[in-house]
């Protein structure tokens, strides 16, 4: 087989198997259990990007935007955190009972324009475009990017304290409590874009262990009008969830620097148990 041949081979494989370059890589957070017993019990959190889900291959997930809401709503501060090649890691110690969430929130923006005859992209902190991008530059579209991801860790007695919406960007609020999963049995939720219902969202849900499989083996859903969806998980494991709304770049036709596109992206790890 000649090379062209080849190559023409692996990307027919690729798209056969699910995967597309614009979805190669991956953000998720790995905690080393979700449901805890015990007095005052520790977890600790992998963090990266990737291309297998919960396989550390490609860089890890920046913790600047990291926050862990305790039971009682208060924050906590995460210990040992660390940084390698492929990922980022940290402990939480559950010194109350009750369900926790953590949460890595990341507000961006990305934008091209033309200066000079030359077409330039930029990238950069969502309020930093004013100032970055020269003001001669012509045909600026730009598309501001909202990112959450997310998982729900609970010792003891689950609460449902830390499972009421933020209303900024595009939020999961679980219906069935997110550390009571076990395969089989369906779980619902609902989607919400700035505190409202987010209806017509596409949700994508990929269990672990891809690296060892042919094919993604994804679960997909559609939100109704009031946001809400279900999902019956297949087998017991651990899963990433993952919804996006809006603009895909800053290429979108409506996105000028006065009226810029969007794009929100929710993702969390869930935890399902044998029944």
Request: glycine share 8%; hydrophobic share 40%.
């Amino acid at each position: 087989m000649n090379t062209r041949a080849l190559c023409h081979a692996l990307l027919l494989a690729l798209l056969a198997s699910g995967t597309t370059f614009a979805h190669a890589h991956r953000a998720w957070l790995l905690p080393s259990a979700t449901s805890f017993s015990g007095k005052e019990p520790w977890v600790t959190v992998d963090a990266a990007v990737s291309t297998d889900i919960f396989y550390a291959d490609h860089n890890p997930l920046r913790l600047d935007g990291l926050s862990i809401t305790a039971p009682d709503g208060s924050r906590i501060a995460p210990e040992n955190i660390g940084s390698g090649k492929f990922r980022s890691t940290f402990d939480v110690k559950l010194a109350q009972p009750g369900t926790y969430k953590l949460a890595v929130v990341n507000e961006s923006a990305s934008a091209s324009y033309k200066l000079n005859g030359e077409t330039k992209r930029w990238r950069g902190a969502a309020d930093a475009a004013a100032r970055e991008i020269p003001a001669g530059a012509q045909d600026v579209k730009l598309t501001r990017m909202q990112s959450r991801n997310e998982v729900f860790l609970t010792t003891g007695k689950p609460s449902d304290g830390v499972l009421a919406t933020t209303g900024i960007g595009l939020e999961l609020r679980p219906v069935t409590h997110p550390n009571d999963l076990t395969a089989g049995t369906p779980a619902s939720f609902v989607l919400t874009l700035d505190g409202k219902p987010a209806g017509g969202i596409e949700v994508l849900v990929i269990p672990g262990g891809v690296r060892y499989r042919d094919r993604l083996d994804e679960i997909k859903a559609v939100t109704d009008a009031a946001g809400r969806f279900s999902i019956r998980w297949p087998a017991p494991g651990m899963y990433w969830l993952s919804a996006t709304h809006g603009a895909t770049g800053p290429m979108d036709a409506a996105a000028s620097s006065d009226a810029p596109a969007r794009r929100a992206s929710y993702s969390a790890t869930f935890e399902v148990l044998p029944q």
